[in-house]
Structure formats: structure tokens, C-alpha cells
């Protein structure tokens, strides 16, 4: 016991320089005095500085092996050239190829270079005759190519499901009398071809007055107000209608253009068409162009039907289909008239 308290002080004692351990000091006290020699200058607080160690050189990675020729040279840097300092044609090209709602919201805005340039006719040339608006060899003036470019890419029939491909879809019933709406296929019972063979189907009526309608709402479909207030472009409308050979029938359409309040604003409505029985049956066009109508036009109501003049119970009244409204840009000849149905065919009186 005594023994191992005297090993444990023994081990606590300092080491004099006559210990076994005087080697040990003495290389330490070598490796501090050659720190020392590398004491080159002194800092701002007249402190020593310790010169850093010297390392070996390196090879040059940059440089070839030898016998493989020159290092090549690193990219020059390419300086950054503004889109503007293009010509002006190559922009202009490059506007053909933008939707045109992306030109006006959000390239017009970006600096005056580029609206001069969206605004110059010729863009909006360039874009019709690149999506097939016009021909090279069209000669019609047009007073606003971008509203012209703008109305033929909108340009489509704004009623839906308008030869009864979707039986009676999309379609309001405002009068639905005798035995009701119903759909047949072309030609029908007594009936003819219709011109365009891509028809295939039509509405029929019957005994008791059958009427249908539809609502175009215009802001909808894409028709915004300054372009109905200021340009006003043509509101064509066109129906066809047909009878039954063996039966006589009443044939009735009216188109308005109502205001965002359904003031009506304007109105086609001609007088009823009555078709006497033991006719041809052959389809016959409604057409009408509204133009030049007052502004505030946010909405067109669409309607049709009739009744047959036999009260034969079924379907004998009048058969409709393939109808339409398109919205057409103005050019400078005069539209086509109106070609409204005679009150009265043959003289045949509308019996009621």
C-alpha cells in the first residue's frame, strides 16, 4: 500500500533536466528556435510575424504535355447585346410569330421601340397573311388591320349544338306545344337533302306552336366593349328551314341585340313564313347582317320554331337546322341584304 502511494508521487513530481525525459525537451526547444529563425518582419502593433512555410512548386496544369502542341486558349467572354440593337425587320419578324393578345399585354408595354413597332400596320398584315386571314392578292381595303386581325381569329358560329348533334343541347325551350321538339336525320320523311352533305340531323316541330332560343353572351365569347362600341363589326345571322311535302306549317325566327341590361338595342323579326301543303320541300336560308347598330350590343338572342298548319298529331311542322351567328370584320363593299322569307309562298294564307 505504502509502495503504491509512493509510485503515484513519483509520477506527479516534475521532470528536472537530468530526467530521462531530457530528449524529449530538448527536440522541442530545437523546433521553437527554428520557428523563431522565420521571424521576418514585425506587424502593425510591432509584433512578430512568422513567415509562412515554403511549399514545393507545383507543375503548371495549364501547360501541355510535352509533344502535344500549345494549350488552347480559354472562351472569350461574349458581351451581352440588347435585343433592340437588332434591325427592325428581324423584330417585326419575330412579333409575326407572338400570339397576338401576348403583343398588346405584355410586349407593347415594355418600351416605345416596341410599341411603335406592334402598332405599325404592317405586323398586322404580316399576321393575317401568315394565318391564312388573307391572300397575297387581297385587294379590299381595311380600315384597321390589328381589329381585323383580331375579329377573323374570333370569327366562328357563337351558337352551340346548331344541327342537332347533341339532340336538343345547349338549346332553351321557350314553347314546347302538340307533341313536342324532336330530332330526325336528314332527309326525313318526305323530305330532301340538305345542301351541305356534313348536315346530318335537324329539329322538327309539330302541331303546337314549338319555339327555341339560345343567349349569346358576346364579353364571353370574347368580344370585348370597345371593340362592339367603337368598331361595331357585322353580326351575320343565318337559319334554314324546311316542310314536309305532304303537310303545310308555320315557320317563325327573331334575332335582338340586347344591351348588358337586355335593353333591346336592335332586332330582326321578319313576319312569319307559311309554306302550303304539297310543296317541293327543298331547304331554304334566312340571312341577315346587322350593321351599324347603336352601342352598348352585349348580348344576341337567337330564336326559331312554327308549328304545321294541318294539326296533324306528330311532326309535321317545320324542320330547322345548320343556324348561325358570326361576327364578321367590316371591309368596304356593302354587305349582302337581308333575305328575308316571304310573309305567304304561293299565295297559301297562314291558318291558324
Not at 486558349?73 to 425587320?89: F, G, K, Q
Amino acid at each position: 500500500m505504502v509502495f503504491a502511494e509512493r509510485r503515484r508521487v513519483a509520477r506527479r513530481a516534475p521532470r528536472t533536466p537530468g530526467s530521462s525525459s531530457g530528449g524529449r525537451a530538448d527536440r522541442v526547444g530545437a523546433r521553437a528556435a527554428a520557428r523563431a529563425r522565420r521571424v521576418t518582419r514585425t506587424d502593425w502593433a510591432g509584433r512578430a510575424r512568422t513567415a509562412p512555410a515554403r511549399r514545393r512548386p507545383q507543375a503548371d496544369r495549364s501547360l501541355p504535355p510535352p509533344g502535344l502542341g500549345p494549350a488552347p486558349r480559354p472562351p472569350a467572354t461574349m458581351a451581352l447585346v440588347s435585343i433592340n440593337e437588332l434591325p427592325e425587320s428581324i423584330l417585326l419578324e419575330l412579333f409575326t410569330h407572338v400570339p397576338a393578345r401576348q403583343l398588346l399585354l405584355h410586349c407593347r408595354p415594355v418600351c416605345s421601340l416596341w410599341r411603335d413597332l406592334i402598332d405599325l400596320v404592317t405586323l398586322w398584315k404580316r399576321k393575317c397573311l401568315r394565318d391564312g386571314f388573307v391572300t397575297k392578292d387581297w385587294d379590299q381595303p381595311v380600315a384597321d388591320w390589328k381589329i381585323f386581325y383580331f375579329l377573323c381569329s374570333l370569327r366562328r358560329n357563337l351558337l352551340r349544338n346548331p344541327c342537332a348533334e347533341e339532340d336538343m343541347g345547349s338549346w332553351r325551350i321557350d314553347s314546347n306545344g302538340g307533341d313536342h321538339w324532336k330530332v330526325e336525320s336528314l332527309p326525313g320523311e318526305h323530305g330532301t337533302d340538305f345542301p351541305d352533305p356534313q348536315v346530318k340531323k335537324y329539329f322538327v316541330t309539330s302541331y303546337g306552336m314549338c319555339l327555341k332560343s339560345q343567349l349569346v353572351d358576346l364579353k364571353a365569347e370574347g368580344y370585348w366593349e370597345e371593340l362592339m362600341d367603337t368598331f361595331r363589326p357585322e353580326i351575320v345571322v343565318k337559319d334554314w328551314y324546311a316542310a314536309r311535302a305532304d303537310c303545310g306549317c308555320s315557320y317563325h325566327i327573331r334575332v335582338q341585340l340586347a344591351s348588358a341590361d337586355y335593353i333591346v338595342l336592335a332586332s330582326f323579326e321578319p313576319p312569319p313564313v307559311t309554306i302550303h301543303q304539297w310543296n317541293d320541300a327543298t331547304w331554304t336560308e334566312v340571312s341577315h347582317t346587322f350593321s351599324d347598330y347603336p352601342p352598348g350590343v352585349r348580348h344576341i338572342l337567337f330564336q326559331h320554331g312554327g308549328k304545321d298548319t294541318q294539326f296533324w298529331a306528330g311532326w309535321y311542322g317545320p324542320r330547322v337546322t345548320n343556324s348561325s351567328i358570326i361576327i364578321s370584320p367590316k371591309t368596304s363593299r356593302s354587305p349582302a341584304p337581308s333575305r328575308a322569307p316571304p310573309e305567304t309562298l304561293q299565295g297559301q294564307e297562314e291558318t291558324s
